[in-house]
C-alpha cells in the first residue's frame, strides 16, 4: 500500500504537537497494520462505522485517532488491536462533541470554523448540552438550548449557525437524533427568536409539525409571546388554522393560554400575537365558550407599550450581513496580502474570496478599476492601533505585495488613526 497518504493525515493529526518522536511506535505500527492482512478488515470496518468509502480516508482517521488519544492508551501496543481502534475512533467523536459544545459557549466562531472544516461530519452529529439536556439533538437544535440556558445570547445563537450552515449543517435537522422536533420548532418553543427568524429565512420548512404532539413553529412562538416570530411564521405561509394532536387547538389558544391562567413566568407579547393571528384568518367559530368570552375582553384592553413597539418594528426590514465587494489588481497578491494580516480566508461565489476577522468581512474579487480601487476604504475599529501598525509594517516589509505601503500612526483628538494601504491602492483605516 502507498502510505504517502497515511503520512499526510499522521502530519495532519499531531501538526500542532512539539516532540513528535513519542509518536513514532504507533506511526510505524498502523502503517505495518495497514499494509499487513488486516487492512481489508479495517476499512471494512471503517466502513461501517462512518461510512467511508475510500481508504486514504480511513488511514487518516485511524492516524488521527491515535494522536488524540495519546493520554489514554499505550500507544505502542493498541496499534495492533482494531477492537481498542474502534474505542478511540469513539472517543474521538465524544471529544470532538465536548470541543464545539465548548468552543460554542465560549462564542469562539473562528474555532468552530476550524473543527467543522476539519470534521464537516459535525455539522448534522446529534450533540448533547450536560447540563441541561443530557440526550442528542441535532446542532442547531441545542444551539436553541443553549439561549434558553443563558449559556449563550439570541443574536451569538444566529452566528454559530451561520457557520454550522456554511459546513453543511440541514435546516430542518435530522430525524435520527432523539429530539422529534425540527431546530425552528425548538428556537420557538425556547425564546431564541431571533435564531427562530434566521432559520425561516434560511429556507426552514414552517409546515412541520412536532412528531409526539403535532404543534408546529407557530403554536410554540403563539404561547412563548414571540411575536416577531409569530409575524415571520404568517408571512411564510404557515397554517395559522393547524390543530395540535394533544390539545386540538390552534395557535391562537395557545397564545392565549398564558394570558387566561396568567403564567407570571410566560407573559411576554401573546396579545400581539393574538392581533396577529386574527388578523391572518384564524378561524374562532370552535372556540368553547369560556375562550370567546376572554377573546373578547381581552380586544377591549389596550396594548401594552411592548406591543405598540412591536408595531412599528414589524414594518422594518431587516438586514443579516452586509459583505462588500473589494477590488484587486492583481488578486492572488491581495489574497496573500490579507490572509498574512490575519484574516481567515474562503472560496466566495464566482471565484471570489471572502475574507473574514472578527466583526469584518469583506469579498475580494478579481476585478480593477484604478480610479475605484484608490477611492475604496473600509474602517476597521480596533482596541490597539500602534499594534495594527507593527504587524502591517512587518507584513509589507518582509512580504512581496506590489505597491503595499502604510502611514505612521497619527493622534486627532482622542482619536489614533493608521493608514494603511493594500497591493491594488485600497485604504485600510485602523481606528482606536
Known amino acids: 500500500m502507498d502510505t ?26 498502523i502503517v505495518r497494520l495497514i ?3 488486516e487492512r481489508d478488515s479495517l476499512n471494512q470496518w471503517f466502513v461501517k462505522l462512518i461510512g467511508a468509502e475510500d481508504g486514504e480516508y480511513s488511514t487518516f482517521r485511524i492516524a488521527e485517532c491515535v494522536a488524540v488519544e495519546l493520554d489514554i492508551f499505550e500507544m505502542n501496543k493498541v496499534a495492533y488491536d482494531v477492537s481498542n481502534l474502534r474505542e478511540l475512533s469513539y472517543n474521538l467523536h465524544k471529544l470532538m462533541e465536548k470541543d ?7 462564542r469562539d466562531y473562528e474555532g468552530i470554523r476550524r473543527l467543522l472544516s476539519q470534521e464537516p461530519s459535525l455539522a448534522n452529529a446529534g450533540v448533547s448540552l450536560d447540563p441541561p439536556c443530557s440526550t442528542k439533538a441535532h446542532p442547531l437544535h441545542r444551539i436553541c438550548d443553549a439561549v434558553f440556558a443563558k449559556l449563550i445570547t439570541d443574536d451569538e445563537a444566529v452566528e454559530v449557525a451561520k457557520i454550522l450552515l456554511e459546513h453543511g449543517a440541514r435546516i430542518d435537522g435530522d430525524s435520527s437524533t432523539a429530539n422529534a422536533d425540527t431546530p425552528l ?7 431564541a427568536e431571533n435564531l427562530g427568524i ?8 414552517v409546515d412541520l409539525s412536532d412528531k409526539r404532539d403535532g404543534a408546529t413553529a407557530l403554536h410554540w412562538a403563539a404561547y412563548c409571546g414571540r411575536d416577531m416570530l409569530v409575524d415571520e411564521l404568517i408571512r411564510a405561509g404557515v397554517d395559522v388554522n393547524q390543530l395540535d394532536k394533544t390539545y386540538k387547538c390552534t395557535p391562537l389558544v395557545w397564545a392565549l393560554q398564558p394570558l387566561m391562567k396568567n403564567e407570571k413566568n410566560n ?11 386574527l388578523e391572518a384568518g384564524t378561524d374562532i367559530s370552535t372556540l368553547d365558550e369560556k375562550t370567546k368570552t376572554f377573546l373578547d375582553d381581552l380586544g377591549t384592553e389596550e396594548l401594552e407599550p411592548q406591543d405598540v413597539e412591536f408595531e412599528a418594528k414589524s414594518k422594518l426590514l431587516t438586514i443579516n450581513e452586509l459583505v462588500v465587494y473589494v477590488p484587486t489588481e492583481d488578486f492572488d497578491v491581495s ?5 498574512a494580516l490575519g484574516f481567515e480566508l474562503s472560496e466566495g461565489w464566482g471565484g471570489t474570496m471572502d475574507c473574514r476577522l472578527g466583526g469584518a468581512v469583506f469579498r475580494l474579487q478579481n ?7 484608490e477611492n475604496f476604504m473600509m474602517k476597521f475599529d480596533v482596541d490597539d492601533v500602534d499594534a495594527w501598525h507593527e504587524h502591517a509594517k512587518k507584513v509589507i516589509d518582509e512580504g512581496n505585495y506590489s505597491n503595499a505601503r502604510y502611514d505612521e500612526p497619527e493622534t486627532i483628538g482622542d482619536t489614533k488613526i493608521c493608514h494603511v494601504w493594500d497591493p491594488c491602492g485600497v485604504l485600510l483605516i485602523f481606528i482606536q
Open 367 to 373: 476585478y480593477y478599476v484604478k480610479d475605484w480601487a
Open 267 to 277: 407573559i411576554h407579547h401573546q396579545r400581539t400575537c393574538v392581533k396577529l393571528l
Open 185 to 191: 420548532m425548538a428556537a420557538a418553543s425556547l425564546h
Open 100 to 106: 464545539i459544545r465548548m468552543l460554542v459557549q465560549e
Open 35 to 37: 499494509s499487513g492482512k
Open 335 to 339: 489574497t496573500r496580502f490579507y490572509a
Open 4 to 29: 504517502k497518504s497515511l503520512e499526510r493525515g499522521w502530519e495532519s493529526a499531531i501538526g500542532s504537537v512539539p516532540d513528535k518522536s513519542k509518536f513514532q511506535v504507533s506511526f510505524e505500527n
Open 198 to 205: 434566521f432559520y425561516i429565512q434560511n429556507g426552514a420548512r
